[in-house]
């Protein structure tokens, strides 16, 4: 009974950190278009994931109480989160959006429930049901109703870089969500994609001959960086908090609210008018979450 309500509220607990993940990033993508476009993105995307890299080391220090020691999972599988999550996903996604549209890129980045179900259910052994299945089809169609004036017209090269950055993410939180099956911290998880990451963004920095804006970032990019890099943190801090109470499959999918979430906030912040398509897009999306949001996170029996 004891087990069965730890359970339970595991299960809730991974569920409200990944809302939370949902309404930060519901935010976050205009605000991060807004900035990259006065800053090359591979400095803006390197200088973000150290400052970011370095209180996860702190945190992730504090709670193993040890000296760093990653002691449960192997070094190999860290470091292959920090090449593609930490560093290459992110690389791709910020030079797509500088080259194509805040909503088009919005629009596939969050295709990447798609991907993320389809390794979850290979890799993960994840259940999914008939009624996961349903909802994500009813978010996707609310979320293509929703974005329907912003994707317009023929793929561009930014949107291709976004579609593989959502890819690469996928790739790499179904390596994460297995590294804390195997009891690793969310925390040194966290740390590795981050600080690691960033390190190989710096090398790639140095190699492409970039070191000199480093020293030409001015007082207003420094700005920027620091508060996309709080919006960044919090997104990190929350997410793979939850994703170690959930499934991949799960997680990935209630993100899909963040669009809703950006729709709300425009109009009682900027007064921007809504249309009927999406609010018909935007109801899909809240139907499709609940569903989600009261599935539980089980094992696929085979």
Not at 7 to 14: M, W
């Amino acid at each position: 009974m004891k087990r069965g309500r730890t359970k339970n509220f595991s299960e809730l607990r991974g569920t409200l950190l990944v809302l939370l993940t949902a309404f930060i990033s519901g935010i976050s993508i205009v605000i991060n278009k807004f900035f990259v476009v006065s800053i090359d993105p591979l400095l803006f995307t390197a200088t973000r994931a150290l400052f970011i890299g370095i209180i996860f080391l702190v945190i992730s220090l504090y709670f193993s109480r040890s000296s760093g020691k990653f002691k449960k999972t192997s070094w190999f599988n860290l470091i292959l989160i920090a090449v593609i999550g930490g560093s290459l996903a992110f690389w791709l996604f910020f030079s797509g959006l500088k080259l194509t549209t805040a909503g088009r890129a919005a629009f596939l980045h969050k295709t990447l429930p798609i991907y993320a179900i389809i390794l979850a259910f290979i890799f993960l052994k994840e259940k999914i049901t008939k009624k996961q299945l349903i909802a994500i089809g009813l978010m996707l169609i609310g979320l293509l109703l929703i974005e329907l004036n912003n994707i317009t017209g023929s793929m561009r090269m930014g949107d291709l870089l976004v579609l593989f950055a959502a890819v690469l993410w996928a790739i790499e939180n179904t390596i994460a969500k297995k590294v804390m099956l195997e009891k690793e911290s969310n925390w040194v998880v966290t740390f590795s994609r981050m600080f690691f990451g960033s390190l190989i963004l710096f090398a790639l920095i140095f190699i492409s001959g970039k070191t000199n804006l480093l020293f030409s970032l001015t007082s207003q990019q420094i700005i920027y960086i620091l508060i996309s890099g709080i919006f960044l943190f919090l997104y990190v801090l929350t997410w793979y908090w939850g994703l170690k109470y959930i499934n991949l499959s799960k997680a990935s999918t209630i993100l899909l609210l963040a669009p809703v979430i950006s729709l709300i906030l425009g109009f009682i912040w900027l007064n921007e008018q809504i249309f009927i398509l999406q609010l018909i897009g935007s109801a899909l999306i809240l139907i499709g979450a609940y569903v989600t949001a009261k599935t539980e996170s089980e094992k696929r029996i085979n």
